[in-house]
């Protein structure tokens, strides 16, 4: 049998800003650099109040919960960074991360080729990008919050893999 030679030209990193995904980041810098691929990285601000709203709700309604999220975001967003667009801290953030990492590493230069700030479901949004931006690798991490919550791999990652007709590297903390 002859193997099709593997070409990975463009790499999906995805990250949570977790101590997971931060490790991940070395497996998607390594392999950049091995085949000369350029990295995307890509982080989702999730639209879902899943876990707030559990806390919250014998308190509010869902609909006043959200009112209450939206005005104090509106508040610590004026404070934080002014009126400019969304997700601009979180950016530089990324783009300092890269270039700090671009700076130690000698040994494995990569190209950071993009760095996204989406919001929405995190699944969709990542299988979408990696579609949208003709990625031939996903590299994420994962972190299980429990035994019998999420066994192997957390539930992003699992859905991921699943759905995703590109191939995934799910790295977990050593």
Known sequence: ???????????????????????AFAYAASLANLYGATITMLHVLSDKPDKELSIVA???????????KQRNY???????????????????????????VKSESDNQPFVTDEILVQRG?????????ADKRNCDLIVMGSHGHGVIEEALIGSTAR????????????VHLP
Do not use: C
């Not at 479901?121 to 990008?129: F, G």
């Not at 759905?163 to 995934?168: D, E, G, L, N, T």
């Open 1 to 23: 049998m002859k193997l099709p030679k593997i070409e990975i030209k463009k790499i999906l990193y995805t990250t949570d800003l977790s101590e997971s995904a931060l490790h």
């Open 58 to 68: 014998p308190y509010v309604t869902e609909s006043q919960w959200a009112e209450i």
């Open 74 to 100: 509106q508040k610590a967003r004026e404070a934080l960074i002014g009126k400019k667009r969304d997700n601009v801290a979180i950016t530089e953030v990324l783009h300092t991360f890269s270039d700090n």
């Open 121 to 129: 479901n995190p699944v969709e949004q990542i299988l979408k990008t």
């Open 159 to 170: 859905r991921v893999v699943r759905r995703s007709q590109k191939p995934v590297l799910i």
